[in-house]
């Protein structure tokens, strides 16, 4: 299965900053995407970033918020923008390689925001 | 759309004892079923894994069936230990790769 490696762990920003995190995979994949997971809570999908075009969000999330990057088959980068204290979560990047196959994820990345 | 229901927790058990968790799912197909589990401090682990009707998957004393007729994927272990302490997340696919989540369920073992 893909080992995906989340940069950084953790952070503890400013409000009104933006922080961008990146995932890299150790094998090609067909699909990655991004998670979001508040404390105590389950995972909800940010979007789903697509190599070579605009990532496709889910209903509540933004590219302005969240501008997502994914320039090859092993790497993707989340941007949160502007963060404010609401923002602070776990931020987790999985990758998958096709349908009815599982999707492996990072450790995540656990952000506050004061 | 998809959806999955999770049993609700926290659940607290002693070492050695019998776990049930209970994942029912509404689906429009016929989707791929997986139960996760998060460790403390740690990203979402597979477990196991179950893609049609009566597969059974099974993985570290975990096992969970595929039933259709209930839209049904019950996680169980026979006998737990402290290390099994953790957040267990049920999970569904359909042909659009995405995975929907159940609210996970906490699951702490004492010694």
């Known amino acids: 299965s893909a080992v995906i490696s989340q940069k950084p762990s953790r952070d503890i920003c400013q409000r009104g900053t933006s922080l961008t995190i990146q995932c890299q995979v150790d094998s090609q994949v067909t699909m990655m995407f991004w998670y979001r997971q508040q404390p105590g809570q389950s995972l909800t999908l940010i979007a789903t970033?697509?190599?070579?075009?605009?990532?496709?969000?889910e209903s509540g999330f933004v590219i302005d918020k969240f501008p997502i990057s994914r320039p090859n088959l092993t790497f993707s980068t989340l941007t949160v923008s502007n963060m404010s204290p609401e923002d602070s979560s776990i931020y987790l990047c999985?990758?998958?390689?096709?349908?009815?196959?599982?999707?492996?994820f990072g450790d995540g990345t656990r952000l506050s925001i004061l | 759309g998809d959806s999955v229901t999770q049993m609700e927790g926290p659940v607290t058990l002693s070492e050695e004892a019998f776990l049930t968790i209970n994942c029912t799912y509404t689906a429009t197909g016929y989707p791929s079923l997986f139960w996760y589990v998060q460790y403390p401090g740690e990203g979402l682990q597979l477990l196991l894994k179950?893609?049609?009707?009566?597969d059974k998957g099974s993985n570290k004393g975990f096992e969970a069936t595929y039933r259709k007729e209930t839209t049904s994927f019950h996680l169980e272990k026979g006998s737990v230990q402290v290390s099994d302490s953790a957040v267990y997340f049920c999970a569904l696919s359909e042909n659009d790769y995405k995975l929907s989540f159940g609210a996970g369920t906490t699951v702490t073992v004492r010694a």
């Open positions: 179950a893609t049609k009707a009566d």
């Open positions: 970033a697509n190599q070579g075009s605009e990532a496709t969000y």
């Open positions: 999985s990758a998958s390689q096709g349908a009815s196959q599982p999707q492996h």
